[in-house]
């Protein structure tokens, strides 16, 4: 049937304001999120056409925030990477110290990994990235940019250059572009965002 349809205009506007509220003030986000609404709220809007427009809107406000702030732009960037290695390094020493896992396992390939093995992985990246985007959505935006969103967008560029960068030195293999295009967006980018969305929510009005 292709895109399924929104009927609901709170679902419409919540969508808005959560992606919204990443690259822009909190006020900004609300304002739009609204002007949105209000522009393709009359009838049956389908949802790809929705959040296509919505997506435009909100990677133009967040190539207006990295030009209005380059120089914190980058340090955010910088320091959530820091902030993640270490909390994701901290992560992996614990569970080697407590026996799950052991920390240095570059040589072992996934696919002869256990599965509690990878399950102990999957879940130390998820946490560690939960938690860099909490530490980072609580900081001072840097040209209405959420503090962590400059990471997310790392992570986005990365998931799709390492895959290109495999095809063209012919060292693709299929477990590895399904890592990159399914589990960095969902064990980075996702709980990142949603760090810093709990973060963002908590904070003081």
């Known amino acids: 049937m292709g895109c399924s349809y929104l009927d609901s205009r709170v679902s419409k506007a919540s969508l808005a ?3 919204l509220g990443l690259v822009t003030s ?8 609204g002007d949105l609404v209000e522009q393709m709220g009359r009838g049956r809007v389908d949802r790809c056409r929705f959040v296509l427009h919505l997506s435009g809107v909100a990677f133009a406000l967040l190539l207006a925030g990295i030009g209005a702030a380059r120089v914190r732009t980058v340090w955010l960037f ?3 990477l820091v902030l993640w290695f270490l909390l994701y390094a901290l992560i992996r020493a614990t569970g080697a110290l407590l026996g799950v896992h052991p920390f240095d396992s570059a040589g072992l390939d ?3 990994r256990p599965l509690s093995a990878s399950l102990y992985l999957a ?3 998820l946490v560690s990235n939960f938690l860099t985007g909490v530490a980072l959505g609580s900081r ?3 040209g209405g940019l959420n ?6 967008a790392f992570w986005s560029l990365f998931t ?14 299929w477990h590895c572009t399904l890592y990159y295009l399914l589990g960095l967006p969902l064990l980075y980018i996702a709980p990142l965002l949603y760090g810093a969305a709990v973060a963002r929510r908590r904070a003081p009005a």
């Open 147 to 152: 503090g962590s969103v400059p990471l997310a």
């Open 17 to 19: 304001e959560a992606l």
């Open 123 to 125: 879940a130390a990246l």
């Open 110 to 112: 996934c696919l002869a």
């Open 160 to 173: 799709l250059a390492a895959p290109a960068a495999a095809a063209v030195t012919a060292s693709a293999t």
């Open 26 to 33: 909190p006020d900004r986000a609300e304002a739009i999120a």
């Open 140 to 142: 001072a935006p840097a």
């Open 78 to 80: 910088a320091s959530g």
